[in-house]
């Protein structure tokens, strides 16, 4: 019994040196809401804009031309300030409809990675903001780092699983949400919201699944290789197929035979036996390929 109790007060003591060494880490930023920021709404225009000048075709960013403009960093910082100033929860006025809130999320959320890795360029990769002590991949960056949302201090793993996903529930944010990282959806420069949100997510959806480094099939091999984008959020694929009364039975692949394009529906049918392998994440960053 001696020995137990030894033990637990020792798991303990581990927890609190653990909990204090990686105490969260608040990222304010030292802007102000533009003047001509709109009374009603939330304008996105600005960050848009912005996303438009640095990302190239392949959806990857130019962060070096980016931080070299002082300018536009203080354009991505005023855009923040209003990120950090309203939000669904303290401003829901300004979001009329759960597509506006959507939208906010996943948009603040990719402001602040991109300003994130601004503020450390260069950056080979996220993962390499490490908490003191480390203890998954990306601890640091999504975990410990902290970043104000209508006032309110979130980390962006809270933002993306807490908020996004346990509120919205709908599985194509993962094929928006981009972490700086080559092996993520691709940043798009186009921020709708409301109404033309859906076909936004639609479209995204349709190009992570067509490309092939997302989703590979293998025919001589009778395997498809797949994003861990979808080895972590499983569940949440599955879940979509059944509310959309869908049957799930055949797991990951039956998802991708509801959302894939036209023209790999017959690959994927003659793929729904062969074994699904995974491809492995590349956390370097999705920096522009133009430098």
Not at 46 to 66: K, S
Not at 225 to 232: A, E, Q
Request: hydrophobic fraction near 45%; include cysteine.
């Amino acid at each position: 019994m001696t020995y137990l109790l030894l033990f637990a007060a020792f798991l303990v003591a581990a927890a609190i040196v653990f909990f204090i060494v990686n105490r969260p880490q608040l990222i304010e930023i030292d802007a102000t809401v533009p003047a001509d920021f709109p009374a009603e709404g939330f304008s996105h225009a600005t960050f848009e804009a912005l996303l438009r000048t640095y990302v190239d075709a392949e959806g990857r960013i130019d962060y070096e031309r980016w931080h070299a403009n002082e300018e536009h960093l203080g354009q991505l910082d005023s855009y923040l300030a209003a990120v950090a100033a309203y939000s669904p929860v303290n401003s829901p006025n300004r979001f009329v409809k759960k597509s506006d809130e959507l939208a906010y999320w996943m948009y603040a959320y990719n402001a602040y990675v991109l300003r994130n890795v601004l503020s450390h360029w260069p950056l080979e990769s996220v993962t390499n903001l490490k908490a003191p002590l480390e203890v998954t991949t990306g601890f640091g960056f999504f975990w410990r780092q902290r970043f104000l949302f209508g006032g309110e201090a979130m980390s962006l793993y809270a933002i993306e699983n807490d908020v996004i996903r346990n509120t919205y529930r709908d599985p194509r944010i993962h094929f928006v949400l981009n972490c700086a990282s080559e092996s993520c959806p691709i940043m798009r420069p186009d921020l709708p919201a409301g109404d033309d949100l859906e076909p936004f997510l639609a479209s995204a959806t349709i190009n992570f699944i067509g490309d092939q480094e997302n989703v590979a099939i293998d025919h001589d091999n009778r395997r498809i290789i797949l994003s861990d984008i979808f080895k972590w959020y499983e569940k949440d694929f599955l879940n979509d197929l059944r509310r959309q009364g869908l049957p799930s039975e055949g797991g990951l692949i039956a998802y991708l035979q509801s959302a894939a394009p036209e023209r790999m529906l017959g690959d994927l049918a003659a793929a729904k036996e062969y074994d699904i392998e995974f491809a492995g994440y590349d956390w370097s960053i999705n920096n522009s390929k133009a430098q």
